[in-house]
């Protein structure tokens, strides 16, 4: 991955106990260590106060184990898959590599197991006492996910099957084709009592109960105009789900922000936004699409400004 120098980018100072000049109950990271020693566990890589959006840069777990606690209304979380093992795919009818990174990486079955278990512990404590995390994933990681969410008492609410029309062939010939993937929804312990916003999921699903498969096409090139993530997902997905368990205004979170897809969703809906990522091609990656996004939201607002807001979001 190529770096970017941030030397330029505007420091904001934030102070123990902080609020990032929001109301109380917003999320902070204190700057006092009692883990990490002196080192500051982040930065903050891109800020827009209205709407609010905070992208950070640095380690999920050092920073969500700093953060406050009980401030977050929702988590999506797309965690490693731990897929990068030398194999091979097909995209554009080409013959292409899965392996994204060193981030992608399997450490093994414990090692794996153990880390889903640290950054799930570190979710829970920020998360609200009536809030919910949904994490989306491959068969390859989300059995895992599953298990450590019942090992620290996560209430599982469901296990929502994401079917996609057009997926990839299996070049091998010697399985079926993925076509899916599991997002597991899930309240912070077994007393919470999660928002479920029934009546517009049955509106949207033509006056009947919305079942657990949701058919979605894969990211389309209009979301990928500044470049993709290995691992993107449509904004469709992450408006379903910002919709079924927040109302607007809430705070929505993605430990493993990517290319920022669950911020475009949260703007798009009016929600508060705070992503975090430790590569700094994502990080740059996300701010074109957010600025983009907060651009072209305000164009259809306010249509007079609309060319030089989205002039200025280039």
Same mark, same amino acid.
């Given at each position: 991955m190529g770096r970017t120098n941030t030397s330029s980018k505007p420091k904001?100072?934030?102070?123990?106990? =902080?609020?990032?000049?929001? =109301?109380?109950?917003?999320?902070?990271?204190?700057?006092?260590?009692? @883990?990490?020693?002196?080192?500051?566990?982040?930065?903050?890589? !891109?800020?827009?106060?209205?709407?609010?959006?905070?992208?950070?840069?640095?380690?999920?777990?050092?920073?969500?184990?700093?953060?406050?606690?009980? @401030?977050?209304?929702?988590?999506?979380?797309?965690?490693?898959?731990?897929?990068s093992n030398g194999g091979i795919s097909c995209h554009a009818g080409k013959m292409v590599s899965v392996n994204k990174g060193k981030w992608d990486k399997s450490k093994g079955v414990e090692e794996n197991h153990k880390f889903n278990l640290e950054w799930l512990k570190a979710c829970q404590r920020v998360l609200k006492p009536n809030g919910t995390i949904w994490v989306s994933g491959t068969q390859h990681v989300i059995f895992s996910v599953g298990y450590a969410m019942q090992e620290l008492g996560f209430k599982i609410l469901n296990d929502i099957t994401w079917e996609k029309p057009?997926?990839?062939?299996?070049?091998?010939?010697? !399985?079926?084709t993925h076509s899916t993937e599991t997002v597991l929804w899930a309240g912070k312990n077994a007393k919470s009592?999660?928002?479920?916003? !029934?009546?517009?999921?049955?509106?949207?699903?033509?006056?009947?109960?919305?079942?657990?498969?949701?058919?979605?096409?894969?990211?389309?090139?209009?979301?990928?105009?500044? =470049?993709?993530?290995?691992?993107?997902?449509?904004?469709?997905?992450?408006?379903?789900?910002?919709?079924?368990?927040?109302?607007m205004g809430d705070l929505v979170l993605d430990p493993f922000c990517? @290319? @920022?897809?669950?911020?475009?969703?949260?703007?798009?809906?009016d929600r508060k936004y705070v992503g975090i990522d430790f590569e700094e091609d994502y990080l740059d990656l996300s701010v074109k699409r957010l600025k983009k996004t907060v651009a072209e939201k305000e164009s259809r607002l306010f249509p007079t400004t609309s060319i030089a807001s989205i002039k200025a979001s280039e």
């Open positions: 904001i100072k934030i102070k123990h106990l =902080g609020k990032y000049n929001r =109301g109380a109950d917003d999320f902070y990271v204190s700057e006092e260590s009692t @883990s990490y020693g002196n080192k500051k566990p982040y930065s903050v890589f !891109y800020e827009n106060q209205e709407p609010l959006v905070r992208l950070l840069k640095g380690d999920t777990i050092e920073i969500l184990n700093q953060s406050r606690e009980n @401030s977050v209304d929702m988590i999506f979380a797309d965690p490693p898959y731990f897929l057009n997926p990839p062939p299996n070049l091998s010939c010697r !399985y079926f009592k999660h928002l479920f916003n !029934y009546a517009l999921m049955r509106e949207f699903n033509g006056g009947k109960q919305m079942k657990t498969v949701w058919k979605f096409t894969s990211p389309s090139s209009n979301e990928k105009t500044f =470049g993709k993530h290995p691992t993107q997902k449509p904004v469709e997905l992450l408006q379903r789900i910002i919709q079924a368990s927040t109302k990517g @290319s @920022s897809t669950t911020g475009v969703a949260s703007i798009l809906l």
